[in-house]
């Protein structure tokens, strides 16, 4: 059966290291009810009893990674504000090495806030800049890069196309790892498709896929076209709760989702990509990576909201599918 197989993997995750570069978020939570209408204007009056606060974007794959058990630093862009320092000490508690760019000014921390009424979100707001880096700042980012990249084992771009991943970082950072031989994993938006040349892993979603491909072919002969056109070792296109298409070489894999049952897919994509990155990393072939990085996101579509994949929640997820 495939849980030893998939056992050996996974026990060899925590001596892998990885560098995580990429767009930070702060997802915050205003959790209340409302029984009254505001006479300012005809919405909701929410009256808040709980806020929380988790980490976002690239930061959530970094805790993925963390939850796994590998060791993981962390690049990215806080503002110089208050939700930067919460987000600092978020990244701290959960075992990440973290090394900011920070600017004061202008550019604050990219906050996402959902206010929730009853259970249900009412509203979302965001707070965010999303123009390139400075050249300053890409500057500070290549040389933070440079001066961490010798002692990981691969690295993960997060692109949310809020400045940090740009035309001249991303170009400079693959060949910066290309030099020294690091595997590289990209989880794109449509803005940059084009900029991931020569890199490991491309995943990028059905609907990122599509809005470059129209659907006047088959998934199939679009996704070998855009591999061919990236040169990527590996296409990975996820579709949400009907599973992965997988491309490898002349190979095509359609792998249906893992789950037992679903009440959230959200940050499944941040599961995907830090499962499949230690997967490979640990000597697994593509297609055993998409099926381990299935049953980890299968696992956690089964919790509500967004929750990293633990090595706990992994191995149970592996046991109940060998068992069946």
């Known amino acids: 059966m495939f849980k030893e197989r998939f056992n050996e993997l996974t026990s060899k995750f925590n001596n892998k290291k990885i560098l995580v570069i990429g767009d930070l978020m702060l997802d915050t939570y205003l959790m209340g009810h409302s029984n009254r209408i505001s006479p300012e204007a005809p919405v909701p009056i929410i009256d808040v009893n709980k806020v929380e606060h988790n980490l976002g974007g690239a930061a959530n794959v970094a805790l993925n990674l963390s939850s796994l058990g590998s060791e993981v630093l962390l690049i990215g862009f806080i503002g110089n504000d208050s939700e930067g320092q919460i987000f600092k000490n978020l990244v701290d508690e959960c075992n990440?090495?973290?090394?900011?760019?920070?600017?004061?000014?202008?550019?604050?921390?990219?906050?996402?806030?959902?206010?929730?009424?009853?259970?249900?979100?009412?509203?979302?707001?965001?707070?965010?800049?999303?123009?390139?880096?400075?050249?300053?700042?890409?500057?500070?980012?290549?040389?933070?890069?440079?001066?961490?990249?010798?002692?990981?084992?691969?690295?993960?771009?997060?692109?949310?196309?809020?400045?940090?991943?740009?035309?001249?970082?991303?170009?400079?950072?693959?060949?910066?790892?290309?030099?020294?031989?690091?595997?590289?994993y990209v989880d794109p938006k449509v803005k940059n498709f084009n900029l991931y040349k020569g890199v490991r892993l491309f995943k990028p979603n059905l609907s990122e896929f599509r809005s470059v491909y129209k659907e006047n072919a088959t998934l199939e002969k679009d996704g070998f076209d855009l591999k061919r056109k990236i040169n990527a070792d590996i296409l990975m296109v996820t579709r949400s709760a009907e599973g992965v298409s997988l491309f490898v070489d002349t190979d095509y894999y359609d792998i249906p989702t893992i789950a037992r049952k679903v009440h959230d897919v959200s940050g499944a994509g941040d599961t995907v990509i830090a499962t499949f990155t230690l997967s490979d990393l640990c000597g697994a072939t593509p297609k055993e990576s998409v099926l381990l990085s299935n049953f980890a996101a299968g696992r956690v579509c089964e919790e509500v909201g967004v929750v990293p994949i633990s090595l706990t929640m992994l191995n149970e997820m592996i046991e109940h599918h060998n068992n069946l």
């Open 96 to 184: 990440i090495g973290f090394t900011p760019l920070v600017q004061s000014g202008n550019r604050p921390t990219t906050v996402k806030s959902r206010i929730i009424s009853h259970g249900q979100q009412v509203i979302r707001t965001d707070r965010e800049v999303t123009s390139d880096l400075s050249n300053e700042l890409n500057k500070e980012l290549l040389s933070l890069v440079s001066s961490l990249i010798n002692d990981v084992d691969g690295v993960i771009l997060e692109d949310y196309n809020k400045g940090v991943l740009n035309p001249f970082s991303i170009k400079k950072i693959i060949n910066i790892a290309k030099d020294l031989k690091k595997p590289i």
